[in-house]
Nanobody, 114 residues
């Protein structure tokens, strides 16, 4: 049984920042891959950021602005969102993978608007 609880979303102005959290009910040190996705209404989910084996990767649209990280002691994966743009408005989901198993959070809404 793995539960992921996401938080940190909200309404911000362009250029603002948010830190999204994905708290797991189990130790995240056992997971091989941790990802953040986002979904704009009417569109498919988009892979935003990945952390695996100490390395990170980002979508071109967010590289340089977003940072994925984790805290094993808190069993939490983070996504720091900086210099936000209206195009970043979406529901953000975390995805943890261990072997052939994957787990999803419920999503947290990020709205960037003036």
């Amino acid at each position: 049984q793995v539960q992921l609880v996401e938080s940190g979303g909200g309404l911000v102005q362009p250029g603002g920042s948010l830190r999204l959290s994905c708290a797991a009910s189990v130790s995240i040190s056992a997971f091989n891959i941790m990802r953040w996705y986002r979904q704009i209404p009417g569109k498919q989910r988009e892979l935003v950021a990945t952390i695996s084996g100490g390395s990170t990767d980002y979508a071109d649209s967010v590289r340089g602005r977003f940072t994925i990280s984790k805290d094993d002691a808190e069993n939490t994966v983070y996504l720091q969102l900086n210099r936000l743009k209206p195009e970043d408005t979406a529901v953000y989901f975390c995805n943890l993978v261990r072997g052939w198993s994957g787990y999803w959070g419920q999503g947290t809404q990020v709205t960037v608007s003036s």
